[in-house]
């Protein structure tokens, strides 16, 4: 219809009169309650791995081929990466955050590698494999594990250099001044529809045992009080800065219990004490316990409210997935819901982006692990090592035994018997007939354990073997013994069960644990309890790692800084030919009622 004056005129009176009845002719219940708006509401997403221990690839470096378990687990940030892209794909790259709980630069070849052979501490060094990754990646904070302090703190500070995120520890210290050595905490803005971001704050707390795994490196340099003390300090600090939700990544268990004992005032495995303990925690990515804990919840004794735990096993082989359900009341963000879960990293394939980037540095490692350093004349396995004294054991101990002898002599302690502990660190190590490898004898011993002197009497190594025989499975004369059932009791892990060389003694199983080492001796005579012994062992056990009895609190004679499986190496050298037959012995065995088991 044409417009001219009369049909505006008459438009206009039509939208006026409807404007009037919009105004004045409202339904009765419209009149007096309108609708509330819908709450403001956003998700966002923090994924987080711990105890990486030096894996990028899918790749065991001990054996040289594809890693695999009985679970048919894989590892690696190459894995990890292909998880994180799904992830951020669903969820939107700004609604999530990758965070870390520690334990990284340490467990692997790769990683030993560009500590010790190629160092990245050197002028011009490389870039750590590690922080290539977790770059690329795009890790937001990552906690300081017990682990990293291993190579020293010059390497862990190159690391932190090359890191793009920060390494986190509040309860890391400097030993003089009492003031974080990292920083505490890292603060991250999550960008919502609704105009305020949310603020996620991040604290890192690390183990305490910091400071005696690691004595010799942190010794006067750093002090690592309590993760509940650090986590009651900070916390507060945190709301108080706005943070909305706070997020603690501990490089400590959840289980509450502590493995070296009264060794130190601190609780080793404190993350589920943390969230019981401190308010104000909504979820805690847990790590250095090696276990799968897909969702915990913990209630804080204070706000009675669940805190949320979290961990992903260990080495890349799971992603953790918090998810977050905020509201806005009463003009901030309140955390309405929290879950979580663990995503398996064998469901997907590695990103060619990670395993391009690493490539060549994967290939010189793989390089090095084969070396040839000498011959066997014949096999040496782990297979039977948790319930028979074998030689691939006595190896260990030889090589012990004869360091330490050496690194006496002519002392005041010369004329000392020198004994050697060893535990079955991996059951499927082997030593082969013919030529050997770096990779064979990296595998007989994949920590980073040094070797001690400590000096013990007859009594003291009577008790030690008692504690250390309580790994096995009390088990009846005349009852059929099942190997798969027999060892690790009450959770005992096989690194836990140390074999003492240089003394015989038998380990009666069918008697209660604390009182089974029969006939125990030395050069064919009963132990004298008064005797003085050298004990060969390496610096966890020495330092009350296990919470062996007296062996923390024994003299120290001697101390070496370099790693014992390199000292196996170098022994392998100069050897040329590692012959069984010159130093294995049957010293111990499993007896019923004096009646050999096998």
């Known amino acids: 219809m044409p417009l001219n004056r009369r049909t505006f005129l008459e438009s206009s009176v039509a939208v006026g009169a409807g404007a009037a009845l919009t105004a004045g002719a409202v339904a009765p219940a419209e009149a007096h309650e309108r609708r509330p708006k819908p709450a403001k509401r956003y998700s966002f997403t923090v994924m987080g791995t711990t105890d990486l221990h030096g894996n990028v690839f899918n790749w065991d470096y001990f054996t040289d081929r594809e890693f695999d378990d009985k679970a048919h687990n894989d590892v690696g940030l190459a894995k990890i990466s292909t998880l994180v892209d799904q992830v951020r794909a669903a969820k939107g790259r700004r609604n999530t955050l990758l965070i870390d709980a520690g334990d990284t630069i340490q467990g692997t070849q790769l990683s030993y590698y560009y500590a010790k052979v190629d160092p990245i501490t050197k002028a011009g060094g490389p870039v750590h494999p590690m922080a290539q990754a977790m770059n690329a990646i795009g890790y937001d904070a990552a906690a300081l594990g017990n682990h990293e302090f291993n190579y020293g703190i010059p390497v862990l500070r190159k690391f932190e250099e090359q890191c793009d995120f920060p390494l986190l520890g509040a309860n890391a210290l400097d030993a003089k001044t009492l003031r974080p050595a990292f920083p505490p905490y890292s603060m991250h803005r999550m960008r919502t529809p609704h105009g305020r971001d949310v603020k996620v704050a991040v604290l890192g707390l690390t183990n305490p045992g910091i400071a005696i795994w690691d004595k010799a490196n942190v010794s006067g340099r750093m002090v690592f009080p309590g993760l509940e003390e650090q986590a009651a300090k900070w916390v507060p600090k945190l709301r108080s800065m706005g943070a909305d939700v706070v997020v603690v990544s501990a490089h400590s268990g959840s289980s509450g219990t502590s493995s070296y004992g009264d060794q130190l005032p601190h609780v080793e495995n404190a993350a589920g004490l943390v969230a019981e303990q401190v308010p104000g925690i909504d979820a805690i990515l847990v790590g250095h316990a090696h276990t799968e804990i897909p969702e915990y919840r913990v209630r804080n004794k204070e706000t009675g409210k669940d805190v949320v735990l979290s961990e992903p096993l260990k080495w890349g082989q799971r992603l953790t997935l918090f998810d977050f359900d905020l509201v806005w009341e009463k003009g901030r963000w309140v955390v309405e819901k929290v879950g979580a879960q663990v995503l398996n990293s064998n469901t997907v394939a590695e990103d060619p982006e990670i395993t391009g980037l690493l490539a060549d540095e994967h290939t010189k490692v793989v390089a090095y692990v084969n070396q040839v350093i000498g011959t066997s004349t014949a096999v040496m396995t782990t297979a039977d090592a948790p319930w028979k004294d074998e030689p691939i054991i006595d190896l260990i101990n030889v090589v012990q035994t004869e360091t330490v002898r050496a690194a006496l002599a002519g002392g005041a302690y010369a004329d000392l018997p020198v004994l050697s502990q060893a535990s079955c660190f991996s059951r499927t190590a082997r030593i082969p007939a013919g030529r050997i490898t ?139 030919t590692v012959d069984p037959g010159l130093f294995a012995s049957v010293d111990w065995r499993l007896t019923r009622d004096g009646v050999p088991v096998f």
């Open 438 to 576: 770096i990779k064979d004898a990296a595998g007989l011993y994949p920590f980073e354990n040094t070797m001690e002197a400590r000096l013990m009497t007859g009594a003291q190594l009577k008790e030690y073997l008692e504690y250390s025989a309580k790994y096995y499975v009390r088990t009846p004369a005349g009852a059929p013994v099942d190997t798969a059932k027999l060892t690790n009791a009450d959770g005992t892990p096989d690194y836990n069960y140390d074999a003492v060389s240089g003394l015989t003694y038998e380990i009666d199983i069918a008697k209660p644990a604390g009182a089974r080492i029969v006939n125990l001796a030395f050069e064919g005579a009963p132990v004298d309890p008064a005797a003085k012994f050298v004990l060969a062992v390496n610096n966890y056990r020495a330092s009350g790692g296990g919470a062996f009895p007296h062996v923390a609190n024994a003299p120290q004679l001697w101390a070496n800084s370099d790693e014992i499986r390199n000292t196996i190496i170098q022994w392998v050298q100069a050897k040329g």
